[in-house]
């Protein structure tokens, strides 16, 4: 280590003897990169390379290599929509260590977003969206730089909301807002991972240029919502997040995704769970 900031990290990592790796606290890591003029998050991808794990992400070791940490915090998300699953995605992907994430939504909290969706709270009603969720990720994740995109994005601004973006989250209900955004996306070559619940079933699926799958459900851009029939319930939103922020987990670590093509169907009123192949 020959940086001053490196030379620093050595003086204060610790050790866990139980995963035999280097460890740096937060509030040390905090202290070094305020002294050096560094982000937080360039601190602890700096501490990442030379075998230093911030402790807010130990307990990712042994699923997630420190090199595979490292990648995710090198990676880049735009998050599109910060409802229901978009608030539970935001949660998993900050605390998992995703480095950048962009979330975009020009909605506010009203009280019936408060039966399943992670942001809302009795006193963030009426407040955007985008905004609450990252002030939310500032104090539960600060290694994730998470910014808040609080407009409604459409044919005119995805181009410049997906620059630099290595893969994008469509967490929107609606249909329409969904094939505008699937075609700016794989338009300019970046994947897609969407879902959808609708009562007790959720569907989640991923695309790439070459692979189209889940957009094929949404051809009909004047056709009603389910959730408005079905309702929307908070068990089968937070698992269809879940696994949207498995499968672009995914990509960012492996550049790989296990349902290109293919639409995963669960249903929790009978614990039944399918793949579909869509091409």
Same mark, same amino acid.
């Given at each position: 280590?020959s940086?001053?900031?490196?030379?620093?990290?050595?003086?204060?990592?610790?050790?866990?003897?139980?995963?035999?790796?280097?460890t740096v606290s937060? &509030?040390d890591? !905090? *202290?070094?990169c305020e /002294?050096?003029g560094?982000?937080l998050r360039?601190g602890?991808r700096q501490?990442?390379?030379q075998?230093? @794990?911030?402790l807010?992400?130990?307990k990712c070791?042994?699923?997630?290599?420190?090199e *595979?940490?490292a990648r995710l915090m090198d +990676?880049?998300?735009l998050l599109v929509?910060a409802? *229901?699953l978009?608030g539970?995605v935001?949660?998993l992907?900050a /605390?998992?260590?995703?480095?950048r994430i962009d979330?975009?939504?020009g909605?506010?909290f009203?009280e019936?977003?408060?039966?399943?969706?992670l942001? $809302?709270?009795v006193p963030d009603?009426g407040? !955007?969206?985008a905004?609450?969720?990252?002030?939310?990720?500032a104090?539960i994740?600060p290694?994730?730089e998470v910014?808040?995109?609080?407009?409604?994005?459409?044919?005119?601004?995805?181009? /410049?909301a997906?620059?630099g973006?290595?893969v994008?989250?469509?967490?929107?209900g609606g249909?329409?807002? /969904?094939?505008?955004?699937?075609?700016a &996306?794989l338009?300019m070559g970046i994947?897609v991972v969407?879902?959808?619940?609708?009562?007790?079933t959720?569907?989640v699926?991923?695309?790439?240029? +070459?692979?189209?799958g889940?957009?094929?459900?949404?051809?009909?851009?004047s056709a009603a919502d389910?959730?408005? @029939?079905?309702g929307s319930? &908070?068990p089968a939103?937070?698992?269809?997040a879940a696994l949207?922020?498995a499968?672009t987990?995914? #990509?960012l670590?492996?550049?790989?995704?296990?349902?290109?093509?293919?639409?995963?169907?669960?249903?929790?009123?009978?614990? $039944?769970?399918?793949? #579909?192949?869509l091409e």
């Amino acid at each position: 280590m020959s940086s001053p900031f490196m030379r620093q990290l050595e003086r204060v990592c610790g050790r866990d003897e139980g995963r035999r790796v280097r460890t740096v606290s937060l &509030a040390d890591l !905090n *202290g070094l990169c305020e /002294r050096e003029g560094l982000p937080l998050r360039e601190g602890a991808r700096q501490a990442l390379a030379q075998g230093v @794990t911030p402790l807010p992400l130990l307990k990712c070791l042994h699923g997630v290599s420190q090199e *595979g940490q490292a990648r995710l915090m090198d +990676g880049s998300v735009l998050l599109v929509g910060a409802g *229901g699953l978009g608030g539970y995605v935001l949660e998993l992907l900050a /605390r998992f260590g995703v480095g950048r994430i962009d979330v975009a939504d020009g909605d506010v909290f009203e009280e019936t977003n408060l039966n399943r969706q992670l942001l $809302s709270s009795v006193p963030d009603l009426g407040r !955007n969206k985008a905004r609450v969720g990252a002030e939310r990720a500032a104090r539960i994740a600060p290694l994730s730089e998470v910014r808040a995109l609080e407009a409604f994005l459409d044919r005119a601004n995805l181009p /410049r909301a997906l620059e630099g973006v290595q893969v994008v989250v469509d967490a929107l209900g609606g249909i329409a807002p /969904r094939m505008d955004l699937h075609d700016a &996306a794989l338009g300019m070559g970046i994947p897609v991972v969407a879902g959808a619940v609708a009562g007790w079933t959720a569907v989640v699926g991923s695309e790439t240029a +070459g692979r189209r799958g889940i957009s094929r459900m949404w051809g009909d851009a004047s056709a009603a919502d389910a959730e408005h @029939t079905l309702g929307s319930l &908070a068990p089968a939103v937070s698992l269809a997040a879940a696994l949207m922020a498995a499968e672009t987990s995914r #990509y960012l670590l492996h550049g790989e995704l296990a349902l290109a093509g293919r639409m995963l169907h669960a249903d929790m009123s009978s614990f $039944s769970f399918e793949i #579909y192949d869509l091409e």
